[in-house]
């Protein structure tokens, strides 16, 4: 549930017009941390790994996507 709210609200405050370019990004911030309880159930660093670099890595592409070029948001087509 908290996934579905943390992708309406944050493809809201997405810029206009930019929204389709940058929010896979976004996607990736809201599925990494399901990973986070994975690795504690299964007793699986590995999970917690996973997690973590989907979160940084959305970060940093939404980041990059928001202020410098759509195309840099993870997963984002090539418009050139």
């Known amino acids: ?3 579905i709210v943390l992708i309406r609200v ?3 405050l997405l810029p206009d017009g930019r929204v389709d370019e ?3 990004a976004l ?3 809201a599925v990494g941390p399901h990973f ?3 690795a504690a159930a299964f007793h ?3 999970f917690t ?7 940084v890595m959305g970060t940093v592409g939404l ?3 928001w202020w410098w070029t759509d195309n840099a948001a993870a997963g984002s087509p090539d418009r050139t």
């Open 1 to 3: 549930m908290g996934t």
């Open 49 to 55: 790994v996973l997690g973590s670099l989907m979160f």
């Open 27 to 29: 996607i990736v911030i």
């Open 44 to 46: 699986t660093p590995m």
């Open 10 to 12: 944050g493809s809201a």
């Open 36 to 38: 986070l309880p994975f």
């Open 63 to 65: 980041a990059l996507g």
């Open 22 to 24: 940058i929010r896979p």
